[in-house]
């Protein structure tokens, strides 16, 4: 296989890019005094605009207090401090359920009361006859005589 | 998380390499800094609290990217420069100009105190640079993350949003451009 001479092996192209490297290293330790005022004049300014580190002080300062309330109060407050909105949450669904099943209750009662003090029995609501006439209305003239004419051989 | 110090370690380690790198890209050393100065910021700002091990991928990303921008940039300005300029051109205005007094001579002192061996390093390392300027850009970044910056093929191809195969490919047509066109100048490396 012939191979042009003009081209590099693999082997010898990284070679010859190490070397080229090398040397660019090399050239680029002497910049200009300019330009090397700049660059850190630069950094500087990178460095003044650091994201900030997260910084976790709670654990060690619960762990340093052990329990005393002066000192770890803050911290204790910051890890509770979730907490309280959770408790009103589960008093106020259970006050919300309270309520609802008092309301029903009253319902009841009043239901209770009504049917206790109305003229008609209680009774009288499973006669399906009485269902129909609560349902229909008070009979007519016509339907009294027919009735009455029907009652009066017996 | 890398620390402040190891941030400052890490910027100025890699200050001077990424300014020649953005000069061999943008072929301006004023629009260099200020590409330079916006990585560190964007490094700093963004991923300063990253691990100190991650900060030489991220910042060769960044300044390639700011690289990019810088073109877009200039395309964008170029084409209302073009427009305006030939509004209201005056044809005297250029007799004024003497391209001389815009010239300065190389300051070539620090070459003659040193010898002949700095000259010769110095004149091979200026051919080189001019080569690498010649580059496209796609492949003088490839060969830059591989062999200055010394990236593995993987983190290359990272960096630069492409397939391991296009890094290799770009990597060896730039060494082999590179080898070639100093061999024309009857340089081997």
């Known amino acids: 296989m012939n191979r042009n001479e003009d081209t590099l092996s693999t082997r010898e192209a990284d070679q010859f890019g190490l070397t080229a490297a090398a040397l660019l290293r090399q050239g680029s330790q002497s910049l200009p005094a300019g330009v090397k005022d700049r660059l850190y004049a630069a950094r500087i300014k990178a460095l003044s605009v650091k994201k900030p580190e997260k910084v976790r002080i709670a654990q060690h300062v619960l762990a340093s207090s052990s329990g005393s309330w002066s000192s770890g109060s803050r911290s204790f407050w910051d890890n509770v401090g979730w907490v309280a909105p959770l408790v009103v949450l589960v008093f106020g669904l259970i006050g919300i359920a309270q309520w609802q099943q008092d309301s029903r209750i009253n319902d009841i009662a009043e239901l209770d009361v009504a049917l206790l003090t109305d003229d008609v029995p209680p009774d009288a609501y499973a006669d399906s006859g009485f269902l129909g006439f609560l349902k229909n209305g008070p009979l007519s003239e016509s339907d009294q005589d027919s009735l009455s004419s029907v009652k009066t051989p017996s | ?72 940039r200039q395309k964008v300005r170029n084409t209302w420069v073009t427009l305006f300029s030939n509004m209201g051109k005056k044809s005297d205005e250029s007799d004024d100009f003497d391209p001389l007094e815009s010239l300065s001579a190389p300051d070539d002192s620090e070459i003659h105190q040193d010898g002949a061996f ?69 340089i081997t490396l």
């Not at chain 2, 890209?25 to 691990?51: F, S, W």
């Not at chain 2, 830059?144 to 949003?161: C, G, N, P, Q």
Request: charged residues 30%; glycine residues 2%; hydrophobic residues 45%.
């Open chain 2, 1 to 72: 998380m890398a620390s402040p110090q190891e941030l400052s370690d890490f910027l100025s380690s890699v200050e001077q390499r990424a300014f020649k790198q953005a000069v061999y890209a943008v072929r301006d050393d004023d629009a260099a800094l200020d590409i330079v100065q916006d990585a560190m910021i964007k490094l700093a700002e963004k991923y300063g609290d990253r691990p100190a091990a991650e900060l030489p991928l991220v910042f060769t990303r960044i300044l390639q990217n700011r690289i990019h921008d810088w073109f877009r």
């Open chain 2, 118 to 186: 700095k000259l010769e390093r110095s004149q091979l390392l200026q051919a080189l640079e001019s080569e690498i300027s010649k580059l496209p850009a796609r492949q003088r970044e490839a060969f830059l993350m591989r062999y200055w910056d010394e990236l593995s093929i993987t983190e290359t191809a990272l960096a630069m949003s492409c397939s391991e195969g296009s890094v290799k490919t770009h990597c060896s047509r730039a060494t082999q451009a590179l080898a070639k066109a100093l061999k024309l100048k009857g």
